[in-house]
């Protein structure tokens, strides 16, 4: 593989996790979320550096390439951006119980998806390796309930101003990790209907929209919210 697009994504990723946390918000309600949008393009980055160095990839028997530190990277980047929706959701109101059990829900759901995405990556039986990739959507839809079902109610609950950037930024995060699955399908994981080179500078790309877009975008509707949120503040 072209080494290109990996030391590309490392480069992008290591300056938009500077870029997130010096233009981020300093201010204590959106302060949290800073954080973690900026600990997100950062762990990306290490993962690209690896790939860049070829550590963690693995050529499966059929002929398709499994990058671990894409699904190490995944694994832990997608967790804290739910948990900056569910904590978005419960804005300073939850019982620690229940925001702690929606955490945990969504995060399993999603960790699982990551991790049976990976075992029908490494799959050769094709059988086996669409059994697994449907394990994996099941999850994600599990994941996708509990966005725009009960954590959605629960933002609306936090008014009309909340309740309305928590709604933008699932309604960005579902469109753009919808086009994982496609790509693992169309790629050399699934139907060979595109090249490994073609599949790396897509993901490169949805990472970039999931990550660094993201940020900016979700701070900015966070922003907002809670400025009309708290006007005496
Ligand atoms: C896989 C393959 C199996 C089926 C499904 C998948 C979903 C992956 C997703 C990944 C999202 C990654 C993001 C990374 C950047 O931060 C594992 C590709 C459902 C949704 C958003």
Redo the contacts with the bound molecule.
Sequence with gaps: MDQTAFTIGFTIMSLASLAIYATGSKAPPARHHTLLHAA?PFI?ATAYLAMAFGIGTLATPDGAATYLAR?A??SV??PI?LASLVLTAFHERGRTGEVGGYLTAIIVLDVL??A???V??LATAPVVKWV??LW??V??VGVLYLLWGPLRALAAQRGAALSTAYRKNIAF?TV???L??V???IGP?GLRIITDPASVWAILV??VV??VVYAFYAARNLDTALREHAPAA
Excluded: H
Aim: proline share 3%; with cysteine.
């Design positions: 997100v990306a699904y990277d995944w980047t997608t951006l998806m990551i049976t995405g990976l029908s990556s697994w990739y994996s959507c999850a994600f995060l753009v990790w919808f994982y699955p790509v693992f399908l994981e949805m990472d999931a990550k």
